[in-house]
């Protein structure tokens, strides 16, 4: 069975550009998280979907939003990109929206010129 | 708020060493408590999970305690391997309120094992 699908891989951009991140969970899974992973650091929490609604959301600026289609893959956006943003952003997918485990991903890679 | 804090690395052994690498945690409530291993250019991979307290998750030889008394969930293998080389990162998760499914990690820990 397909992992957690995430494209493009690897993505070069301007400051002030914006961007879409894609993300298709494993089959059957209904919940997606949005991770951004500075180098050097742990993930930190972005957002959750569950059911194409938002259940969750990390301390980002609203340049970021998410959403979720009816097939469960996910599309997270950035906008008014900032050298910061420059980071690895990772997706998972679990089974439900409660403390099941959670499977990633190998992210994009978004560098910031 | 909720939190991890990790072991600082990075850490340095000979195959067949012992490792332990040191997690503890704040949360209000009771966690979940994971494991996860990144490898060079990849997504994170779950090693193993505890959801109560005294459980032992494990997984590939790493075996984990969850300690409520001590807030802690340290990672231990009795003998790593040059394919141990990672990095791990602990983490939490709670059940319910806000912060429902979120998981909240550590800073990770570098691990380079030599043969």
């Known amino acids: 069975d397909a992992g957690v699908t995430q494209s493009p891989t690897h993505l070069i951009k301007t400051r002030g550009q914006h961007v879409t991140l894609r993300c298709s969970p494993i089959?059957?899974?209904?919940?997606v998280s949005w991770y951004q992973q500075v180098l050097g650091q742990g993930p930190q929490f972005i957002f959750q979907?569950?059911?194409?609604?938002e259940r969750g959301r990390g301390n980002f600026p609203d340049r970021f939003s998410a959403r979720q289609f009816p097939n469960y893959s996910s599309e997270l956006n950035v906008n008014a990109l900032l050298l910061g943003d420059s980071a690895l952003y990772l997706c998972?997918?679990?089974w439900g929206q409660g403390n099941q485990p959670q499977h990633f991903g190998d992210g994009t890679r978004l560098s910031i010129l | 708020g909720n939190s991890v804090t990790q072991m600082e690395g990075p850490v340095t052994l000979s195959e067949e060493a012992f490792l332990t690498i040191n997690c503890t945690y704040t949360a209000t409530g009771y966690p979940s408590l994971f494991w996860y291993v990144q490898y060079p250019g990849e997504g994170l991979q779950l090693l193993l999970k505890?959801?109560?307290?005294?459980d032992k998750g494990s997984n590939k030889g790493f075996e984990a305690t969850y300690r409520k008394e001590t807030t802690s969930f340290h990672l231990e293998k009795g003998s790593v391997q040059v394919s141990d080389s990672a990095v791990y990162f602990c983490a939490l998760s709670l059940a319910g309120g806000t912060s429902y499914g979120k998981l909240t990690f550590g800073q990770g820990t570098i691990l380079t094992v030599h043969p």
């Open positions: 998972a997918s679990s």
């Open positions: 089959s059957g899974h209904k919940s």
């Open positions: 979907y569950y059911e194409k609604e």
């Open positions: 505890a959801t109560k307290a005294d």
